[in-house]
């Protein structure tokens, strides 16, 4: 299937089967704003599981928090994103249409050859690393790059926008102070490295979590849920010894990476971009990132950010930031290497993988179903308990496998249609276990479950079935 074909089937997809929608759609939507339905919020909140515990629970030294997503409006002063938080813009003079300078070009990349637009994504990276807007605009100019409205290169030159939202704290027009929706989560964790290293008798190297909105008002959003302005983010910041951030920064490349295949996601449809404009606070950085049906973009950051922000905060805040070693006898402010993925870019990664038209025609019949392939362990539901017939007790026999069942995890009940019309409904949602009930279960116990990948059914004993799933849904 074609790539932008695939992109348009899985938001169709997605939208038939209760996993996301536009929101405020009957008002014909809000821009680059999405909300999870039944399903996908399911899918959405186990992803989230996944990292917090793979995170909290299988390393000793990382703790998680909730941080407010409101913070006092000097924060962003000290973290640089009241000055730095921009992007570079362009604007068509003709269709008013306004585009990231990076995107513009990489776009614009992607019709050239191989090896001439790699030559100007490096070149791109160089005068972005510079700040040379001049250039940048020169660049796009050379390359006779036009609006996709307008069609004309009538460009202006290129400038900076802050890409925070503001709102108002306090009631009262005059009182109110100007705040900030928080852009990314790892401010509120920095600002209470100490809460948490005191309270949690937190020993270095150590890390702190947290999953929580983050609000950006992108200027160009699109690409469905891959580019928002309200989205979620997972972040990680580990605390290190001042010089061997190097050595973690490796460490947590490999064991992101890892966290990644373990999804079941193959190794080719990842890759590494060394970042060459490195942000203000880094000193390496890279992303991981994944095979859209766009094309390769970030799904996750890898960043050494050195030393800046705790030390920001100790200025900006007149407080001591520093953490004292015992080990070497010294105070020193820890240097932090943060991983920070997004969830929902997570959650569209996880559907492109899964989403599978399959041609199952024979010689006699034609015949094709869609499926999502998902990881059992992420799938928004487990198990679903299907009748034969709704008479004969066999409702009875379902309902009381569900009730065994949905303390340890999530069923569905079905007994509409024909059993093949229903597998196929659950086959689009996911799930990747199906049981079905029928009049030889009443005599021997036993029932048919049938595999959502590979299609095959066998026969198993009704009291084993709760194990069984367990054992295919675990994280760990
Ligand atoms: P991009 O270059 O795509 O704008 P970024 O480098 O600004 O991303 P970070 O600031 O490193 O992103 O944020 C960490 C993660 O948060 C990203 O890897 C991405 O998964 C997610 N993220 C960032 N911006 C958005 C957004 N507008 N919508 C959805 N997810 C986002």
Redesign the pocket.
């Known amino acids: 299937m074609a790539n932008e074909n695939k992109l348009q089937a899985i938001i169709g997809h997605c939208k038939e089967y209760g996993y996301i929608f536009q929101s405020s759609e009957i008002y014909d939507g809000l821009s680059?704003v999405y909300d999870y339905g039944q399903y996908g919020a399911e899918l959405k909140r186990n992803i989230r599981d996944y990292w917090w515990r793979s995170m909290t629970q299988m390393h000793e030294n990382i703790v998680g928090i909730d941080a407010a997503i409101f913070m006092h409006p000097t924060v962003w002063k000290a973290s640089g994103h009241v000055d730095n938080f921009s992007d570079p813009m362009i604007d068509n003079k003709d269709s008013k249409k306004r585009y990231r300078v990076d995107h513009l070009l990489e776009a614009h990349a992607e019709t050239l050859s191989e090896e001439a637009g790699k030559a100007l994504i490096d070149t791109m990276e160089q005068l972005l690393a510079a700040n040379d807007f001049d250039g940048l605009r020169t660049l796009i100019m050379d390359n006779g790059i036009k609006c996709g409205v307008s069609g004309t290169a009538n460009w202006t030159d290129v400038r900076q926008f802050n890409l925070m939202f503001a709102t108002q704290l306090g009631s009262v027009a005059e009182e109110a102070s100007e705040i900030y929706l928080r852009p990314?989560t790892a401010q509120g964790i920095f600002v209470n490295f100490l809460n948490v290293q005191k309270t949690g008798r937190m020993k270095i190297p150590f890390g702190i979590a947290q999953t929580g909105k983050?609000f950006?008002n992108?200027i160009v959003?699109r690409g469905f849920?891959?580019?928002?302005?309200e989205?979620e983010?997972m972040?990680m910041q580990f605390f290190v010894k001042p010089g061997t951030q190097k050595e973690w920064y490796e460490y947590w490349k490999e064991a992101r990476m890892k966290w990644h295949l373990s999804m079941g996601i193959p190794q080719e449809h990842y890759r590494f971009h060394d970042h060459v404009k490195l942000a203000h606070y880094a000193d390496a950085a890279c992303?991981i990132e994944y095979d859209f049906p766009m094309g390769f973009?970030?799904?996750?950051?890898i960043?050494s950010r050195t030393d800046f922000d705790l030390s920001q905060h100790q200025k900006f805040s007149g407080k001591k930031l520093t953490y004292f070693d015992t080990d070497i006898n010294q105070h020193y402010v820890p240097y932090v290497v943060e991983t920070?993925?997004?969830l929902?870019?997570?959650v569209m990664m996880v559907l492109s993988e899964a989403y599978k038209e399959e041609d199952l025609s024979t010689a006699e019949k034609q015949d094709s179903r869609v499926v999502l392939n998902l990881p059992p362990m992420l799938a928004p539901i487990k198990l679903a308990v299907l009748p034969l017939t709704k008479k004969d007790g066999l409702p009875e026999l379902a309902r009381e496998l569900i009730d065994q069942c949905k303390p340890y995890f999530k069923c569905y009940y079905e007994e509409k249609d024909s059993i093949g019309k229903r597998y196929r409904r659950q086959d689009a949602i996911g799930t990747p276990f199906c049981i079905t009930i029928d009049h030889q279960t009443k005599e021997d116990q036993t029932v048919t479950i049938r595999y959502r990948d590979s299609m095959t059914q066998e026969r198993i004993a009704l009291s084993s079935v709760r194990d069984l799933v367990m054992d295919k849904i675990k994280m760990f």
């Open positions: 680059a990314e983050a950006r992108e959003a849920i891959f580019r928002m302005r989205f983010q972040e992303d973009k970030e799904v996750e950051g960043h920070s993925i997004g929902d870019r997570t």
